[in-house]
């Protein structure tokens, strides 16, 4: 159950660089090629012990303090400005305030601690302090009947048996997916960038449905099994019924600045019924079940689960882990490539065509340093899952980089990773988009991007509750870049759309 890297007394390590509850230290190194701005490497224990603080901040009066943080949070501030206020307001990365969903209609507790820098956010990696039961999304859960009546995966604690058996379930089929995840991957691609070709002379074509359509077809078969050309209304539908099932769950909680005070009022004010949804679901239910017989047989035989808990949880990892992540990913990575300038854009195609000289290979990409890194980067600026929780299993001293503080058993932490990410005492130039940050001495950063809820260079597995498809996401996006940038010698891109492909010569 312990992560040994990850203890109460929370030391990071890699290699040569360690964090730990006392000081840090920086050093410099002399950068790459391209100088990227110079990486903090060491970061070493002192001594002297931190100061213990009170977790300043307060909840409020009941139901007016949730109620008014709640539309600071999702209308007048928005997420991030939220938070950031918050930490100049208290003047520390911990505090205690109030997120939504909350008052009138949610019997969830919006108290929650904020841990909004790298060392503070880490104790929610610790799973002697920290308990993850039930709150994905928070204190809030949606209805189980959104799943079949049962608890996922990604809702079970570590100490709870079931845990086990489906992530490594989950994991194995990750790594009998690496079969057909090529080929698989490239003929997607090649008939979606098709697609998008024969579409461009009439203008810019936006890419959102596109991937959709790209992600649900290629996670389908390489996660369950099931190819949706199978089904008339899968292969039109699936990606439709996923996006409703997602939403339906999801709403109360996703913050919209647009539309307000309409979007408080009737669409953040109470949780929604499975039955808006129970049609999609069945039929994606349906397709799984047939078409997905030998991923099904797996869990039963060799994982010991239930026909319908192994269904129920390949769906949800299928529908929210994996397509959810990736429908929120893959744009964001488009849109890095297509802000980036084009000297990078030129630096990431010259890497690709040097490496893939005997086609696209898992050794290829694995050499492919730009390209990991600038995926890193686009996680590091834009986490696809923005905020994380962790219960307190125990008292315990949470450190941040300047003080330590007392947090009750009990007491519910909320990291939000976009600011997180930006923390000044680790990334250097911390706002800025900085494609080669993870290369050379810059892959010791690995440790503190957290988009898995986890480090980039830690594993996944039954005792803590990192993204099972850590790995598998980044080689992904990483073939994904290498795919377009292998078929096009020009990419333009902008405002969501390909506005420009030239294809590579021949
Ligand atoms: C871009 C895509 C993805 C993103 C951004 C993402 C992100 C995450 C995050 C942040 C968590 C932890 C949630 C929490 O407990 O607070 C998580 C958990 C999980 N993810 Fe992913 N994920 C992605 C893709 C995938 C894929 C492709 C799979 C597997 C096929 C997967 C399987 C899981 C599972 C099973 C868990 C629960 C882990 C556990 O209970 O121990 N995810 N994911």
């Given at each position: 159950m312990n992560l040994p890297s990850f203890s109460t007394t929370l030391h990071i390590s890699t290699g040569s660089s360690q964090m730990s509850s006392k000081m840090i230290t920086m050093s410099r190194i002399t950068s790459s090629s391209s100088s990227p701005p110079p990486v903090k490497?060491?970061?070493?224990?002192?001594?002297?012990?931190?100061?213990?603080?009170?977790?300043?901040?307060?909840?409020?009066?009941?139901?007016?303090?949730?109620?008014?943080?709640?539309?600071?949070?999702?209308?007048?501030?928005?997420?991030e400005d939220f938070?950031?206020?918050?930490?100049?307001?208290?003047?520390?990365?911990?505090?205690?305030?109030?997120v939504?969903?909350?008052?009138?209609?949610?019997?969830?507790?919006?108290?929650?601690?904020?841990?909004?820098?790298?060392?503070?956010?880490?104790?929610?990696?610790?799973?002697?302090?920290?308990?993850?039961?039930?709150?994905?999304?928070?204190?809030?859960?949606?209805?189980?009947?959104?799943?079949?009546?049962?608890?996922?995966?990604?809702?079970?604690?570590?100490a709870e048996p079931q845990h086990e058996q489906i992530k490594n379930f989950t994991m194995d089929i990750l790594k009998r997916s690496s079969t057909i995840m090529i080929p698989t991957l490239t003929?997607?691609?090649?008939?979606?960038?098709?697609?998008?070709?024969?579409?461009?002379?009439?203008?810019?074509?936006?890419?959102?449905?596109?991937?959709?359509?790209?992600?649900?077809?290629?996670?389908?078969?390489?996660?369950?099994?099931?190819?949706?050309?199978?089904?008339?209304?899968?292969?039109?539908?699936?990606?439709?019924?996923?996006?409703?099932?997602?939403?339906?769950?999801?709403l109360p909680t996703v913050p919209i600045t647009a539309f307000q005070p309409l979007v408080e009022i009737f669409l953040h004010s109470f949780p929604y019924p499975h039955f808006l949804v129970s049609n999609d679901y069945n039929k994606l239910y349906e397709f799984i079940e047939k078409e997905g017989k030998d991923?099904?047989?797996?869990?039963?035989?060799?994982?010991?689960?239930?026909?319908?808990?192994?269904?129920?949880?390949?769906?949800?990892?299928?529908?929210?882990?994996?397509f959810g992540g990736f429908s929120i990913f893959l744009p964001s990575l488009l849109s890095a490539l297509g802000s980036a300038d084009r000297r990078i854009q030129e630096n990431l195609r010259q890497e690709v065509r040097e490496k893939t000289g005997s086609g696209l290979t898992f050794r290829a990409v694995n050499e492919m340093e730009l390209i990991q890194s600038f995926v890193y980067e686009t996680l590091r600026l834009n986490p696809p899952v923005p905020l994380q929780y962790g219960r307190a299993r125990k008292d315990f001293n949470l450190s941040s980089h300047d003080s330590v503080f007392n947090i009750k058993k009990g007491e519910l932490l909320c990291g939000f990773q976009p600011l997180v990410m930006k923390d000044p005492e680790i990334f250097d130039d911390p706002e800025s988009f900085i494609a080669d940050r993870f290369m050379n001495k810059g892959k010791e950063l690995l440790?503190?991007?957290?988009?898995?809820?986890?480090?980039?260079?830690?594993?996944?597995?039954?005792?803590?509750?990192?993204?099972?498809?850590?790995?598998?996401?980044?080689?992904?996006?990483?073939?994904?870049?290498?795919?377009?940038?292998?078929?096009?010698?020009?990419?333009?891109i902008a405002d969501g759309s390909f506005s420009g492909l030239e294809k590579a010569k021949q």
């Open positions: 490497t060491s970061i070493t224990s002192q001594p002297t012990s931190l100061p213990i603080r009170t977790v300043p901040g307060s909840y409020g009066l009941p139901l007016i303090g949730p109620f008014i943080d709640r539309l600071n949070y999702a209308w007048f501030q928005g997420s938070f950031r206020k918050r930490i100049e307001k208290n003047q520390s990365t911990v505090f205690r305030t109030n939504p969903p909350s008052f009138p209609f949610f019997l969830a507790n919006p108290n929650v601690v904020a841990v909004l820098d790298c060392k503070s956010f880490a104790h929610m990696f610790d799973m002697e302090v920290v308990e993850k039961k039930d709150i994905l999304v928070g204190d809030f859960m949606p209805s189980t009947k959104f799943t079949g009546d049962r608890r996922v995966c990604a809702y079970l604690d570590t003929t997607l691609l090649d008939t979606m960038f098709d697609t998008i070709e024969s579409q461009l002379p009439s203008g810019p074509v936006n890419y959102l449905v596109p991937i959709q359509k790209f992600n649900f077809s290629f996670l389908s078969r390489v996660i369950a099994g099931a190819d949706p050309e199978n089904s008339p209304d899968m292969a039109a539908n699936g990606y439709i019924r996923m996006d409703r099932w997602l939403a339906v769950q999801l991923v099904i047989s797996r869990g039963q035989t060799e994982f010991n689960l239930t026909k319908e808990d192994t269904i129920h949880n390949l769906l949800f990892t299928l529908g929210f882990n994996a440790t503190y991007l957290y988009w898995s809820n986890g480090p980039q260079n830690g594993t996944p597995s039954a005792s803590n509750k990192q993204c099972a498809g850590k790995d598998f996401v980044t080689l992904t996006a990483s073939m994904f870049l290498a795919h377009l940038l292998m078929r096009y010698d020009s990419v333009t």
